[in-house]
């Protein structure tokens, strides 16, 4: 069962478009195209399509409708994409707001919309608040007010939502366990090569990366991408392709994070250059891929090849916030081009520390490589410092960072 097609296979089972007072939307094919478009990087075709089809419907549905509120919660979505922070956010809390008075603050149609609130203010630099709507939502599924695979599905979504969430806010080990929780959980109930399960895995590698578990989370890499040839064996071609990028993200950051540069980048071409073809520039994992591109080319010194790569990032990603900053930063830095890198690095800082956490680990890179620009031994110390009480004394950035550091002492 391929990603996407699980997901539609377990909301046909759940009874999402069973009718009663608790029921929410079916699954809603035009939104879910729209949604396709915004994952790909086209948030502008998803912002017309989405238009017309409100239009359409404002006027055809009765306001307790479910599929109104998907539209209006994926044309947030788009808004977002296109970096209309302000305006996003005010749909989506109004969305929230009109289905709590409507329905009731517990129903499931209310808890959705503030699942899909949680996951744009995740996109949009807010951990801490998207944290909190998943624990709520959480809550109230606890409760016991509505039951059955309808509430069990807004759940799945919320802890996945939370996880991301609380990684995101730099809590780097919560993540990990809140992962570690929910797979169990996930497996019983969706199915081992569920949408829900083939998401936590993957997101699961990028956890254990940034927490230096190398070995583990090359395995897992692994492991998935044999899942994908299997699901691309049986037919499920979209579905592998985008569980094979997936993967092969994991594994290349795993790779370069451990000092094995050269493997992730020949790890990378090749799902790159599948994406390109599918998604096109901008596509979400078109970004993500050339992005640990360019990171494993400049951890290789071949810098001037980077800089190029990295000039085909978006700058304003929202779901690699500061990420292209950084990697030309370092570019840069490589090239002997200081005064650029300093600017870029502290762009990539400004950008990272609006988004994240002040102890995520973007952030401690980012800050370690503008105070080695800036030879700042004090700055380099204060870096290394929380690389060793975030990440660990034998993390490979808190010893880079500490070398540093002491390189400018000595």
Known sequence: MGIFSGRRRAARRTGFDRPGPARVA??????????????????????????????????????????????????????????????????????????????????????????????????????????????????????????????????????????????????????????????PDLARQWGAESAAVLVCRANRVQQLAVLGQFREAEGEALALLATAGRLADTGAAADALTLSAAAANGLAFTLTESGRAGEAELELRAPLARMERREGQGGQF???????????????????EALAEAELLPADDPRQVGGPALARAEALHGLGRTEEAERAAEEALSKCAAAYSPVHSRVLRARTLLATIQTSPADLASAAADWHTHFGPTHPRTLAAQAAADALTD
């Open 286 to 304: 078109v970004s993500a891929l050339r992005l640990n591109l360019v990171n494993s080319l400049n951890a290789q010194g071949r810098f001037d």
């Open 26 to 183: 079916a699954v809603d094919y035009e939104v879910e195209q729209a949604r396709r478009l915004i994952a790909e990087g086209r948030p502008t075709e998803a912002e017309q399509q989405l238009v017309a089809l409100l239009l359409d419907r404002q006027a055809a549905l009765s306001g307790d409708d479910p599929r109104l509120y998907d539209t209006r919660l994926a044309y947030a979505a788009a808004v977002l994409g296109l970096g209309r922070r302000d305006e996003a956010a005010a749909m989506f809390d109004a969305t929230v707001d009109e289905c709590s008075g409507r329905f009731g603050a517990g129903h499931p149609q209310t808890l959705l919309a503030i699942v899909r609130r949680a996951e744009g203010r995740a996109v949009a630099g807010r951990p801490e608040e998207a944290a909190a709507d998943t624990q709520a939502v959480l809550a109230e599924c606890a409760g016991g007010t509505y039951a059955g695979h309808t509430v069990a599905l807004v759940r799945t979504m919320a802890r996945q939502v939370n996880a991301v969430a609380v990684g995101q806010a730099g809590r780097h080990r919560e993540a990990l366990a809140a992962y570690d929780a929910m797979l």
